[in-house]
């Protein structure tokens, strides 16, 4: 007799009742389609698009600002020429009796700026050239512009500077008297730096989202199906039961990781050269990990499922229905997410003092792998912290889950 | 040879909630006893506790000679149950669900699949076996669930209502197994409010309301007890009488 390919994946497993209750989750969540579009589709379709639609629409070189340009001064080609030198920005002529401010207003172009009849002779005969620019506060292309102008403008007063010095016979350095040389201790590429910023809270908050949905279905939504009574008259024990769910939703959070790092690796691959741009370094987008560094970023990116994953299943274990698990998780995803953004911006020296705290100390571990300056010591002992709350929250989860007043609550 | 069950001053309170009062009594190996009450009469707790789902507040019960607070694993190794709900899970196939719960029960794996088509055949569910139980009617769920119940051969069967909602010609199917389950030696406990099938199949009957037995004997000895002549005349009879009391 011919059986379907999931019936003989389950015949060759393990004679486990452990391996059964995972593969059992397992199956479940893979015939979901909802599901699987949240975990697999959205991560490989969206997190590209999320992380390169802005990197876009920020880079001025694929997306450059448009600017609209009223030349009343004929003498100042040497200035206009520097301007359309820049690849960033599209130079467009305008002509006088316009009104520009309508121009801008109206989204014609992102900027106008407006070069005076004086402005030359005012510049030639050692005085001082005003140019003006009219732009949208609102319009972040416009306010590149405006950065992209004031950086032409800047070279160009520079070179102005450098004339008149020299007509004077004055050495150019009389005003520029300090220099500055900037050394860090930790050399780390700029795309290591950005990753390091955000790759741990990525791994954190996916983590701690994709684990809502797998444990709020399989202990709250299995009360509500009424599965659970059935499955409770097997001989099996609460502690393998609680263990073999925990498992099936740590499995299912890990893939979903995976998907969503899949995700940022295709979105970053897709468009690496925007990353680059945006990271301010273009052709430096590489990242260089060890691979013992890359090893405690995996041990630690689990321990941080793990450890989301528990707490999610012992508060969805807690709820009454499907719909009050809901309300939980969302309310713990956001009260760890949340915090997540903020530890971002922290000193090293804050983040030390929270490398105690479950999940954000792994994250914290995280970031300093990626920045390949592990410290053991720091590493063992949040290893160790977090094996230990790993072991109270499933005992807690397990507790719970043996307790008939909270199983059978309606 | 030790009774099938014995229960001793069996009690279950939900908070102030007495749902199960005091029940001490026997039930032999071999026999298919009907337990019969009202709604709220205490007989799905009085079956949960037995199925070791729910711990007695007070008291203790043995099932097959094993005790149900003390070695609930063994116990359940040895019943089968259907609760009220069929409880599978609708994205399993029958063949799945089968094989899921025949796995957490040891059995072999070869066994388990030469059981798995056998049951399959017998219920007459070859073709549904790699459907999803979801896609299923209430019939054919419920024989998937009471074949989920069966299939590990337990001693024991508890059933919660088990033809309740289904077609003729499933309902007698279902009662052609629990009658068949008997004979090979197997004691079948049944909750059920269908009076005509109780009469139909019980060797034996207990009648709860309030979480106490009212009454409990053979319908013959019931009958007689009561002077009326079906089981729901002596039903209906027993429980006004409570009530009236």
Known sequence: MKRPRSFAIWTSLPKSQLADIVWREFLDALRDRRTMAATILLPIVLVPLSLNIPMFLMSPSRNPPTLGLLQLDSAAGDFTAMLREINEIQVTGISAGQNITELVAKNVFDLVLVIPANFSQLIHSGGKGSLIVIYDSTNTRSTTGVSIVEFVRSRYADMIVEERLKDLNVNPSIIEPVDLKVTSVREVTSTQAFAGMMVPYFIGIVSVLAGASFATDTTAGEKERRTLEAFLTMPVTRVRIVFGKFLGVLALSIISVFFDLLGVAIGVSFYSSLFAEMTMTPGTAQLSITPSNLIVIAVFALIVSMTGDAILMAVCIFAKSFKEAQQYSSLLTTAFTMPMIAIMFLPPSILGNLIAVPIYGPIIVMRDAIFNVTAPDRLIFCLATSLAYLAILLFFAIRLFSSERILFRV | ?245
């Open chain 2, 1 to 245: 040879m030790e009774p099938a069950i014995a229960a001793e001053n069996l009690t279950k309170k939900f908070g102030t909630f007495v749902a199960v009062d005091h029940l001490s009594f026997e039930i032999p190996r071999g026999v298919v006893f009907g337990i019969l009450g009202p709604n709220g009469a205490g007989k799905t707790t009085f079956l949960r506790m037995l199925s070791t789902v729910l711990r007695p507040t007070e008291g203790t019960a043995r099932v097959l000679g094993y005790d149900v607070i003390r070695e609930p694993i063994r116990v359940r190794e040895r019943i089968g149950v259907l609760p009220e709900d069929t409880g599978l899970y609708d994205r399993l196939t029958p063949a799945e669900t089968l094989m899921f719960y025949g796995r957490l029960h040891g059995i072999e794996t070869a066994k388990l699949l030469a059981r798995s088509d056998s049951l399959l055949s017998l219920l007459g569910l070859e073709e549904k076996r790699d459907v999803k139980v979801g896609t299923l009617s209430k019939g054919m769920k419920q024989k998937v669930a009471l074949m989920r119940a069966i299939m590990h051969e337990p001693e024991a069967l508890f059933l919660d209502e088990p033809t309740s909602g289904l077609d003729v010609m499933s309902a007698r199917e279902i009662r052609g197994l629990i009658i068949d389950l008997a004979k090979r030696g197997g004691t079948v406990l049944l909750s059920t409010h269908n009076l005509w099938e109780a009469q139909q199949l019980c060797n034996l009957v207990a009648i709860m309301n309030k979480g106490g037995i009212i009454s409990i004997g053979t319908v013959e000895e019931l009958g007689s007890m009561t002077h009326e002549k079906t089981l729901e005349d002596v039903f209906v009879h027993l429980v006004r009488g409570e009530v009236e009391r």
